[in-house]
Each structure stands twice: as structure tokens, then as C-alpha cells.
């Protein structure tokens, strides 16, 4: 297993096929993406546990949503079991991604609690913007990189936690600008689905129709969104020289 460096370009391929997988299985991977926002709704609605249970089980969730995108790449049903690949390749491998949950569940509460230090609760009387908020995601982004390809290389390679850490953050470093392009491609998307959304409601029924149909759509979009993070990491890590067509690995990961 070692790093690809992909051209920036790469992001808008990532994103085309993330769609044409999604699309290929789409009531399996809607169904497990909303079966996996159902249990966190659940577990966050325990109290004090909720939230750290919640993160806990973050990087578990994205390897199981990734390992369906893989099955649903190959034409291939993904079962509601497939949410529990990370417990099911082994005692050593559930272990790790454990440690990994705890890892980015004591990260997101820090990030959190710094957040909130400085700038006060969320919703402080007088905030024009919820700077709480926005100080929250910006110290999420260093945990975000690091757990962007974490779990998949704790799952697919046996890469140790932390070890994974750092190759993740070093593998979104090094590819930076195919992921900046991945980003804004998916932020185009949403916007032009949302405006398309409000061009048809608002014809259609007006505000009412234009909020019933914002929901569902918004958590299709998730979804679909998703199901691409699969190929990123596919795209980043190779066992096998580069393939000759712009240097990106045709090999999937081993199924989990």
C-alpha cells in the first residue's frame, strides 16, 4: 500500500462516480444512509452518553457506507449488514476501529468545548451569525482530515489507528487540490439542486411544496455525496503500480 497522487481533475471524476454508483443501487444506499442517520437521531437522544456514543460509532459508519458503495460498484445488492463491516473483519480490526471512534469522539467534544469556550454557547442573544458554530467546524477540520481515508485504512490495509491518522491527513495534503475540486463540485450540485427545487415548488405550490420537497432531497444529496468518498480513498492509496490512464488505481479494496 503506498500514496497516489492524483491531479486536481480527479475530484470531478470522484464525484461522477459516486453518482453512477449511487444510481446503481440507489434505494440500497438511500436506505443506509438513512438507516444510519436514524441510529444517530436515537443514540444522540440518550442522555450525556448520547453524543459520545454518537462519535464513537462516526468512523465505524463511514467505513460501512463506503464498503456498500463498493459493493453497489460492482452491481452488486449491498445488505443492511454491510453498515457493520468494521466488527466483522475480525477481532484485531474491531479493536482498532474502536480506537478510532474513541479517538474522534475525544477530538469532536474538545473541538467542541474550545468552540464554545471562545465564543461563547451557540445562539448567545445579540449573534448575528452563530460564530459558535463556525469556530466548531474550523477546529473539525484538522479531525476531518485525519479521519477522511482513517477507517478505510484500519479496515482495508490493517494500517495501525494512529498510523492511519497520519496517513490520512498526509494523503489529503498531497492530493489537496483533487479534494478542493471535490468539495466545489458537490457545493455546486446542492446549490443547483436546491435553486432547481425553488424554481419548481415555487411554480408548482409555492413555500409549503418548496419545504416538503427540500428535506427528502437534502438527504438524497447526502447520500449520494456519500457513496463518492469510497473513490477518494480507492484513488489514493494503491497496492499496484498506477494504472496507465492518468495514473489512478483500477483496483478496489478487498471486499470487507
Avoid at 500500500?1 to 444506499?29: C, D, E, S, Y
Avoid at 482530515?145 to 498531497?174: D, E, I, N, T, Y
Amino acid at each position: 500500500m503506498k500514496l497516489n497522487v492524483v491531479p486536481a481533475r480527479t475530484g470531478l471524476l470522484w464525484v461522477r462516480l459516486g453518482i453512477k454508483a449511487f444510481f446503481k443501487q440507489p434505494l440500497a444506499l438511500a436506505g443506509l444512509f438513512f438507516m444510519y442517520m436514524a441510529v444517530v437521531l436515537v443514540i444522540s437522544a440518550i442522555p450525556v452518553l448520547g453524543v459520545l456514543i454518537g462519535g464513537m460509532l462516526v468512523p465505524a459508519a463511514t467505513l460501512g457506507l463506503m464498503a456498500a458503495t463498493a459493493e453497489a460498484a460492482k452491481g452488486k445488492f449491498p445488505m443492511p449488514t454491510v453498515l457493520l463491516s468494521a466488527f466483522r473483519a475480525g477481532r484485531d480490526r474491531a479493536k482498532a476501529m474502536l480506537v478510532l471512534g474513541a479517538i474522534y469522539a475525544g477530538g469532536s467534544l474538545l473541538a467542541t468545548r474550545l468552540a464554545m469556550l471562545f465564543a461563547g454557547a451557540p445562539g448567545d442573544p445579540g449573534n448575528q451569525i452563530d460564530t459558535t458554530t463556525l469556530l466548531a467546524l474550523a477546529l473539525h477540520a484538522p479531525l476531518f482530515l485525519m479521519f477522511w481515508h482513517a477507517p478505510a485504512l484500519v479496515h482495508w490495509h490493517g494500517v495501525p489507528p494512529l498510523k492511519s491518522l497520519f496517513f490520512s491527513a498526509v494523503a489529503c495534503f498531497r492530493n489537496f487540490g483533487a479534494l478542493a475540486l471535490f468539495g466545489l463540485a458537490w457545493m455546486l450540485v446542492f446549490v443547483s439542486v436546491v435553486a432547481l427545487i425553488g424554481l419548481i415548488g415555487g411554480l408548482v405550490g409555492g413555500a409549503d411544496m418548496v419545504r416538503a420537497m427540500m428535506m427528502p432531497a437534502a438527504l438524497l444529496l447526502a447520500s449520494m455525496s456519500s457513496a463518492s468518498l469510497y473513490f477518494t480513498f480507492r484513488d489514493s492509496f494503491v497496492t499496484d503500480a498506477p494504472s496507465p490512464e492518468g495514473g489512478l488505481s483500477a483496483d478496489a479494496p478487498p471486499s470487507p
